[in-house]
């Protein structure tokens, strides 16, 4: 086989809706681009009948279609690392199943790619997402970037390219939880971003929750900076300097005016205050505490059951374990 110049890697989480239309648009974007290309869809444990279309995909377009099965749910960033372990491109380019971000906009970032640049970020120009997702994203990016100070205008926008010696610098990375937009940025060494098109999406609905935006940022910030720590010291110094200086003032009344019980409601304000600026600390310390231990104990970040692909096609029948 011709080794492909262009990967394109695509996670799957129930997409049955949207897969046929995806099908249609992604191939026909890359047949007319003229080079060798191989797209690699990892259903991430889809309860739908994704697995099977997918699968019936790779049947009628052997030649460029891969599909990586895992035999569960891992989420959106272990499936693009295990799409990442098996690239065999020179351009690896990520982009979600939804068709949100238009697979039209392909050619735009192998062109960024080509100019000389090794990570090309996008920037969404006009987004169809509802205004609470809108404005929660700008906040996000804003507080990612003042902690972490990585800079990525559009950190939800999953359409971006990277070059292969970038691909393997990610995949010699073994960390249980990343962000992979986020660690690419730390190894890249000239990267860019460019404005994509942004559509409604074509059916079903978002994987990503409120509950999911938060955790994810909360593995962005903790997995990519200890800023959060220091704040924390440092208001805990500052909380500390109060509480001492106000001591002191409490004492010299007592001494000067006598017992006082006006101030009681005062002190209990004081001490609920103080008592969930320390249970917000032991959260933070925890949220550290459980990426060490995930780090430790060194479990498989993903399973995969079967790999769908041209050379091994004698043996696709059959499950392939591989952990990774």
């Given at each position: 086989m011709i080794a492909p110049e262009l990967s394109i890697v695509v996670p799957v989480y129930n997409e049955e809706d949207v897969l046929p239309a995806l099908f249609e648009r992604l191939y026909a974007v890359l047949d007319q681009l003229g080079e060798p290309y191989e797209i690699i869809f990892i259903n991430d444990g889809s309860r739908d009948r994704s697995a099977q279309l997918l699968a019936a995909q790779f049947r009628k377009r052997p030649d460029e279609t891969r599909v990586v099965l895992f035999n569960g749910n891992f989420g959106q960033h272990m499936a693009i690392m295990?799409?990442?372990?098996?690239?065999?491109?020179?351009?690896?380019?990520?982009?979600?199943?939804?068709?949100?971000?238009?697979?039209?906009?392909?050619?735009?970032?192998?062109?960024?790619?080509?100019?000389?640049?090794?990570?090309?970020?996008?920037?969404?120009?006009?987004?169809?997402?509802?205004?609470?997702?809108?404005?929660?994203?700008?906040?996000?990016?804003?507080?990612?970037?003042?902690?972490?100070?990585?800079?990525?205008?559009?950190?939800?926008?999953?359409?971006?390219a990277y070059d292969r010696a970038l691909v393997d610098t990610l995949n010699a990375c073994s960390e249980v939880n990343t962000f992979i937009p986020a660690l690419a940025?730390?190894?890249?060494?000239?990267?860019?971003?460019?404005?994509?098109?942004?559509?409604?999406?074509?059916?079903?609905?978002?994987?990503?929750?409120?509950?999911?935006l938060i955790r994810l940022n909360f593995d962005l910030v903790t997995g990519f900076s200890t800023v959060p720590l220091q704040w924390f010291s440092l208001i805990g110094m500052i909380l500390s300097l109060l509480a001492g200086a106000l001591f002191?003032?409490?004492?010299?009344?007592?001494?000067?005016?006598?017992?006082?019980?006006?101030?009681?409601?005062?002190?209990?304000?004081?001490?609920?205050?103080?008592?969930?600026?320390?249970?917000?600390?032991?959260?933070?310390?925890?949220?550290?505490?459980?990426?060490?231990?995930?780090?430790?104990?060194?479990?498989?970040?993903?399973?995969?059951?079967?790999?769908?692909?041209?050379?091994?096609?004698?043996?696709?029948?059959?499950?392939?374990?591989?952990?990774?």
């Open positions: 295990a799409g990442f372990a098996h690239v065999r491109g020179r351009i690896a380019i990520t982009l979600d199943a939804d068709l949100q971000n238009p697979p039209e906009e392909i050619p735009n970032l192998v062109a960024a790619i080509r100019a000389g640049h090794d990570y090309v970020g996008t920037i969404r120009k006009a987004r169809n997402d509802s205004a609470f997702r809108r404005i929660a994203s700008r906040l996000m990016n804003g507080l990612r970037e003042r902690i972490t100070r990585i800079h990525m205008t559009d950190q939800g926008c999953m359409l971006r940025y730390t190894f890249a060494a000239s990267p860019t971003e460019i404005e994509v098109e942004h559509e409604a999406r074509h059916a079903g609905q978002s994987k990503y929750s409120l509950y999911a002191v003032l409490l004492l010299v009344r007592r001494f000067i005016l006598g017992a006082e019980v006006e101030g009681v409601f005062t002190l209990f304000a004081l001490q609920f205050f103080l008592t969930g600026i320390i249970l917000f600390g032991i959260g933070l310390m925890g949220e550290y505490v459980g990426r060490i231990q995930q780090e430790v104990r060194r479990r498989p970040r993903y399973r995969i059951s079967t790999v769908l692909e041209a050379q091994t096609q004698a043996q696709a029948t059959e499950p392939v374990e591989i952990a990774a």
